[in-house]
T-cell receptor, first 112, second 118 residues
Framework: GESVGLHLPTLSVQEGDNSIINCAYS??????FIWYKQESGKGPQFIID?????DKRQGQRVTVLLNKTVKHLSLQIAATQPGDSAVYFC???????????FGQGTTLQVKP | GAVVSQHPSWVICKSGTSVKIECRSLDFQATTMFWYRQFPKQSLMLMAT?????????EQGVEKDKFLINHASLTLSTLTVTSAHPEDSSFYIC??????????????FGPGTRLTVL
């Protein structure tokens, strides 16, 4: 159900530092995981994905780590820039359904 | 890349009226589209799965008679909020799944529609 009244956790970092955003997922049957970035008033933007047969995947300035043992996902952003300020959501694909279940999200604030 | 559009981007309506939101995949065909609702400071909540040429599948707690979904073509799905009330005010986002014939396919999201019911 909806988490009425909860506020998104916030991560505040200095420009140029590395950011690590964490996410715990719930379903052992999830086989595909995606990180999305959402700026205010906009739809989610795909950042990077990883399948359950991998534990690490790298993109441009971003790395996703997957730990299936503890059902944990993380997004690492290198050399964080002001343009990275947004809300970041992890999403898990429920196997054989194609449905995405979104995590609660983390607000990333980049201080100049 | 795969582009998804929504129209309108925002709408204000009076309580009791119906509002239709369109979701289009611009440069690809999408057999499956999804509709989400997002309240302020909260995450996206899946409302329904829309399959081209068949009835939508609604998530638990979502009223199918209130949120009418039509997926008449491979590039268009519509969500109609019937008899809207102030509690329906929200950010509605659609996504379209690009099918590469894999078990895991990427969803691309539209820009969202802000609905305000007075």
């Amino acid at each position: 159900g909806e988490s009425v009244g909860l506020h998104l956790p916030t991560l505040s970092v200095q420009e140029g530092d590395n950011s690590i955003i964490n996410c715990a997922y719930s379903n052992s049957a999830s086989d595909y995981f995606i990180w999305y970035k959402q700026e205010s008033g906009k739809g989610p933007q795909f950042i990077i994905d990883i399948r359950s047969n991998m534990d690490k995947r790298q993109g441009q300035r971003v790395t996703v780590l997957l730990n299936k043992t503890v059902k944990h996902l993380s997004l690492q952003i290198a050399a964080t820039q002001p343009g990275d300020s947004a809300v970041y959501f992890c999403a898990e694909n429920i196997s054989n359904t194609g449905k995405l279940i979104f995590g609660q999200g983390t607000t990333l604030q980049v201080k100049p | 890349g795969a582009v998804v559009s929504q129209h309108p981007s925002w709408v204000i309506c009076k309580s009791g009226t119906s509002v239709k939101i369109e979701c289009r995949s611009l440069d690809f065909q999408a057999t499956t589209m999804f509709w989400y609702r997002q309240f302020p400071k909260q995450s996206l909540m899946l409302m329904a799965t829309s399959n081209e040429g068949s009835k939508a599948t609604y998530e638990q707690g979502v009223e199918k008679d209130k949120f009418l979904i039509n997926h008449a073509s491979l590039t268009l799905s519509t969500l109609t909020v019937t008899s809207a009330h102030p509690e329906d005010s929200s950010f509605y986002i659609c996504s379209a799944r690009v099918s590469y014939g894999l078990a895991t396919d990427t969803q691309y999201f539209g820009p969202g529609t802000r609905l305000t019911v007075l």
